[in-house]
């Protein structure tokens, strides 16, 4: 029988929506989404971008449109795109449908700041329906309505999902529901309270982010502590890592955050030991070789790269593949047993290699219709 993974609580149950191709909501798996930071109207800079953000395993990315020669040259973006394309709107109502003209998946729109936006949600919910676009009520700490700053003083997580509510009542009142909401702040303790208010008040599908999260390191650890929180209780249906780093980078984190809760099939899985007194060999150096060799491998594998004697054989007989190394030398485990014993200057080329035949290995299976993990 295929083999579940256990997951710390079910999907918040939401209605579902439609990205392009990409489901939305909870009958679909998490999406991981980010955004190109070259100028839109670089088409050839921004569809290579996208290209790299697929390779890297993005689902979903949005695309900024803040003047109309953004605009237009969204239809090229939105057509030679390998994944969906969302237009991130904000000031002028009238690139909402340029970009719905243009043929993108979705349109993200900021209420906050975007000029006469309730008097014109009507024509947008009709826009939107007519062409099958779905839409993203973005709201951001950082451009909050000028009458919920002054209701509460500074964007707190009620002033955040005040506006969130009221803008997807007036999109429901013109019964349109293709629309997932996010509520952003960059303090992830605002954050997740805002989320945790925000699903408990209706069925939509949620974006998570932490908004200008920082640097890669701090917004790394933000994301995924906030993430951490939500996903672990079934809150959110697509998530973006903000961080002030290369778009691919955001992708590696936030796929590694839903496979690190089992909410993605979890691909390469290196398993080393932060070294201490006990260790006889250089397990940073080893753990870092082998992570490099493996890199770009699709087929879930655990490897264990272990330095001493206390752990290391218990943690490599666990892994799909490990190593216990001391005196100079390292053994060799596959699937729980030992089957060789090299030299230290050997361990690093072994267990790629035998990495790369148990990859082969079940890659075949796969192609030959062998049960595959269930994901949740």
Avoid at 333 to 361: D, H, Q
Wanted: charged letters at 20%; aromatic letters at 4%; glycine letters at 10%.
């Amino acid at each position: 029988m295929p083999k579940i993974p256990a997951v710390l609580a079910p999907r918040r149950k939401t209605r579902q929506i439609k990205v392009g191709s990409v489901g939305v909501g909870s009958d679909s798996q998490i999406s991981v989404q980010s955004m190109t930071t070259t100028p839109t109207t670089d088409i050839n800079g921004t569809l290579q971008q996208i290209a790299e953000l697929t390779a890297s395993g993005c689902d979903i990315v949005r695309v900024a449109v803040p003047s109309q020669d953004d605009a237009d040259v969204l239809h090229i973006i939105a057509k030679k795109s390998q994944i969906p394309v969302i237009a991130d709107i904000h000031f002028q109502p009238r690139y909402i449908y340029a970009a719905i003209d243009a043929g993108c998946a979705a349109v993200r729109v900021n209420p906050g700041n975007i000029r006469q936006f309730d008097g014109n949600v009507g024509e947008i919910a009709k826009a939107a329906k007519d062409a099958g676009v779905s839409l993203r009520i973005g709201v951001n700490a950082g451009s909050l309505d000028r009458r919920l700053l002054q209701k509460y003083g500074k964007p707190t997580a009620e002033a955040l999902v005040e506006s969130a509510v009221w803008e997807a009542s007036l999109f429901e009142e013109h019964d349109f529901h293709d629309f997932k909401i996010s509520v952003k702040h960059n303090d992830p303790i605002v954050m997740v309270n805002a989320y945790r208010q925000l699903a408990a008040k209706g069925d939509w599908p949620l974006h998570l982010g932490v908004t200008e999260a920082g640097p890669a390191f701090q917004g790394t650890i933000k994301s995924a502590t906030a993430f951490g929180i939500l996903l672990s209780e079934g809150i959110g249906d697509t998530i973006r890592v903000s961080l002030s780093a290369p778009p691919a980078e955001e992708i590696k984190v936030g796929l590694q955050i839903l496979q690190s809760l089992n909410l993605r099939e979890r691909r390469l899985e290196i398993v080393s030991c932060p070294s201490c007194g006990r260790a006889q060999v250089d397990v940073y150096t080893l753990a870092d070789e082998v992570t490099k060799g493996l890199e770009g491998m699709t087929v879930p594998l655990r490897v264990a790269v272990m330095g001493c004697v206390v752990n290391g054989p218990g943690e490599a007989r666990e892994a799909d593949l490990g190593v216990a190394s001391g005196n100079g030398k390292g053994q060799i485990f596959v699937k729980g047993e030992v089957i060789k014993t090299v030299p230290e200057a050997e361990i690093v080329a072994t267990l790629i290699e035998e990495a790369n035949r148990i990859a082969n290995e079940m890659g075949h299976e796969r192609e030959s219709g062998a049960p595959e993990v269930v994901t949740v």
